[in-house]
């Protein structure tokens, strides 16, 4: 378990930088790491996890610039949920909910960062999550996945429009509605309305304290994407108790 914990944090590791450069089109695979002020080429100890940014206090060993806490957050957020998967999900599962993580962790770092979320980690996934339930890596049929996939992207779009209609404002963005597609096709049905209530309500909860908190004005946007993916994740791992709590009401 340990060591487990351990790769699962070099993977975190991994997915800040794509997080990092998916929204910034940088070369994802080919380009060194490097520290985001100075440029300076990170060497192989600045990049051990956890450790290099607690050692440096959160700062550039280059050039002293504060080195986003978005990096140790990630890390430890990644290890804790795969680990999660391997005690909480069956073995015959791990691979692709491991690769869904993964996808909203990258989510929720970009959505963070600077509110947006790469249609790579979210809309262009879909068929992917077709594909493992056609073949038995996740547990819904090919055609659950396929259908609530699209009825998710078409309840979220005629929200947002009939929102947008009422109130003039933009409601939900379009990177929400393509993470909730990609949610309906690995989760199904109960997943989608898990998601949604659990992010409707941690959202509107989070939201107005920091709100309060802060000072800011009310239409002030925060990122739904987050509490979509921890909605999803949530699910993912205790799906049997959520579903008997669900349907036993
Ligand atoms: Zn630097």
């Known amino acids: 378990m340990f060591t487990s914990f351990i790769i699962f944090l070099c993977w975190g590791s991994f997915l800040n930088v794509v997080g990092y450069r998916l929204i910034r089109s940088i070369d994802l695979v080919f380009l060194r790491s490097r520290c985001n ?65 993964s996808a909203l962790i990258v989510v929720i770092r970009s959505d963070l960062e600077s509110m947006l979320i790469s249609r790579f980690t979210s809309l262009y996934l879909v068929p992917l999550g077709w594909l ?44 929400d509605i393509d993470l909730f597609t990609l949610i309906g096709a ?27 908190y802060t000072k800011q004005q009310i239409n002030t946007r925060i990122p739904f994407g987050p509490f979509l993916s921890f909605g999803a994740m949530i699910y993912v791992l205790h799906a049997p108790t959520i579903i008997k709590l669900l349907l036993t009401k």
């Not at 996740?138 to 109130?167: C, E, H, M, R, Y």
């Open 37 to 101: 002020a100075c440029k300076q080429t990170l060497t192989w100890y600045d990049l051990i996890p956890l450790l290099s940014w607690l050692s440096l206090r959160g700062k550039c060993r280059y050039c002293n610039v504060p080195i986003s806490f978005l990096y140790p957050l990630i890390e430890l957020l990644t290890a804790t949920m795969l680990t999660a998967l391997l005690v909480y999900v069956p073995e015959a599962y791990f691979f692709a909910y491991a690769l869904f993580f």
């Open 186 to 212: 690995f989760t199904g049905v109960v997943g989608c309305w898990f998601t949604l209530l659990f992010a409707s309500l941690t959202g509107s909860v989070i939201g107005i304290a920091y709100l309060l």
């Open 132 to 175: 493992f339930a056609h073949l038995k890596m996740i547990p819904l049929s090919l055609w659950q996945s396929f259908t609530i996939s699209i009825g998710a992207f078409f309840f979220l779009t005629a929200i947002s429009w009939f929102f947008n209609k009422v109130t003039g404002k933009q409601g939900m963005g379009q990177g």
